[in-house]
């Protein structure tokens, strides 16, 4: 775009300028050489049609180079950047089967370091406590999470420059494999996938963020998977 309004503007001044020296009552007198020039095409509507060319030529280049000066200038948007901030544990209490169970449901509190508000419109989290799985499960996994997360409702949920919100497991782990985590006898390994717009994206296509951690039983402290699947993509 600023190319070509530059082109514009640098034939149409070569042309507005070659015009006025030629054309110009003063000249025409003072010069020999330009009268005849002036006399020859006097006649013919050329010289008319050459002006208001040039003129135009002119008018488009000089508004085309405002207006590309205006977009360079111009104040670039905003984006939202999400990042883990920790893990709890919120301890739940079902009754089944007439007895009353405690079941621990994870949550990954997310913090927005960007400058722009993050409109989470789709998440989902999936999770499991397992022994260790290899490069190729843990792929596997990712790719169902993804595929989850088309089928997940949409949310609404929006996080401003600075400020945390969480995400819930859609289930709480019994106890018993809970306690396998606790004892490091297995490791819990969290899947997620969020897909969420911000000023940059203008509301076009979404930022796309995937995680694949294992948090340690303190889940103060977490380390990424095998192939370190964690990646936020941009449109």
């Known amino acids: 775009m600023s190319f070509w309004a530059g082109l514009l503007w640098v034939v149409g001044t070569i042309l507005s300028v070659t015009f006025v020296l030629l054309f110009a009552g003063k000249s025409r007198h003072e010069n020999r050489w330009l009268s005849r020039i002036w006399s020859s ?56 089967a007439g007895a009353e169970k405690r079941f621990h449901q994870l949550r990954i509190w997310l913090s927005n370091t960007g400058q722009s508000p993050a409109q989470i419109r789709r998440a989902i989290i999936n999770g499991q406590v397992t022994p260790a799985l290899t490069i190729e499960e843990e792929d596997k996994r990712i790719s169902e999470t993804a595929q989850m997360n088309w089928a997940a409702p949409p949310t609404t949920i929006e996080i401003a420059p600075g400020q945390k919100a969480y995400l819930s497991f859609p289930v709480g782990y019994p106890e018993e494999s809970w306690s396998e985590f606790l004892s490091k006898k297995q490791l819990l390994y969290v899947f997620a996938e969020l897909r969420y717009s911000d000023e940059l994206s203008e509301g076009r296509d979404d930022v796309i963020m995937r995680i694949c951690v294992r948090p340690e039983p303190s889940l103060n402290i977490w380390s990424n998977c095998s192939r370190g699947q964690n990646r936020t993509t941009r449109p």
Do not use: C
């Open 41 to 96: 095409f006097h006649e013919s509507p050329l010289p008319h049609i050459a002006i208001g060319i040039s003129a135009l030529s002119f008018l488009a280049g000089t508004t085309s180079a405002m207006f590309a000066g205006l977009n360079y200038f111009k104040v670039p948007r905003a984006r939202a950047s999400l990042v883990i901030d920790r893990f709890d544990d919120n301890v739940i209490q079902a009754n089944i």
